[in-house]
Each structure stands twice: as C-alpha cells, then as structure tokens.
C-alpha cells in the first residue's frame, strides 16, 4: 500500500474525516487536543483550515489527496474490497489464473 497525505480541509461546519476515529468530527480543540496530539497520522495544520493525516491508503493513485467533503469521505473508506474467485467456464478455471495467464 501507499503512504498518502490526506488533505482534510474542513468544510462549513468546520469538520473533517478522522481516519483514527473513523468518523466526521469537529476539528476543534477539544478534538486536536485529545486526538491529533500523538496521533501518529497527524502531519501539519492547514493553513486554509483542516488537518494534514498521512496514512496508507488502497484507494489513491498519487501521493495527495485533497478532501473537501467529509462526509464523502467518510462513505468511501467504509469500502471493503472484495476478492472473488469462481469458475469462468465449465473448464474449472479460476479468475486469477485466467488473469495470470
Ligand atoms: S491527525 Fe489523527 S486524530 Fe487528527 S484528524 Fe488525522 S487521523 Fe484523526
């Protein structure tokens, strides 16, 4: 997996998505005292307002990524991904040998 810089910059509400918490918080200081503060994730302050997180993320195709809908965000990393293995055809060939091959 890739380590990537999550951009969280806070929406209306002044909130984000928290990968420690797995949820949409408040980004106030009762949250960067009790969570950010020796959160191993935590890189930076926003200076537009949000969080810097750095974590390994299946989902991102670059380094950074900027988010800007928390809610979103948080949908998305409730993903499983899923690996399937069956037969293509009556020849017993599974997906991933049929890939491979
Ligand atoms: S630094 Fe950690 S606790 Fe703070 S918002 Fe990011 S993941 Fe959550």
């Known amino acids: 997996m890739t380590m990537v ?4 910059v806070t929406n209306e509400d002044q909130e984000v ?3 420690l918490r797995n949820k949409v918080v408040k980004a106030d200081a009762s949250h960067l005292a009790q969570y950010c503060n020796g959160c ?3 890189r930076s302050f926003l200076p537009e307002g949000g969080i810097e997180c750095q974590w390994e993320d299946m989902r991102a195709s ?15 990393n409730q993903r499983k991904d899923v690996r399937h293995s069956f037969p293509l055809d009556s020849g ?9 091959g």
Do not use: I, K
Not at 69 to 74: G, I, K, L, S, V
Not at 92 to 100: I, K, N, T
């Open 40 to 42: 191993r994730m935590f």
């Open 62 to 76: 670059s380094f950074e990524v900027t988010v800007t809908d928390p809610y979103a965000e948080w949908m998305d």
């Open 5 to 8: 810089s999550h951009r969280n």
């Open 92 to 100: 017993g060939a599974e997906s991933d040998e049929a890939l491979a």
């Open 17 to 19: 998505y928290c990968c």
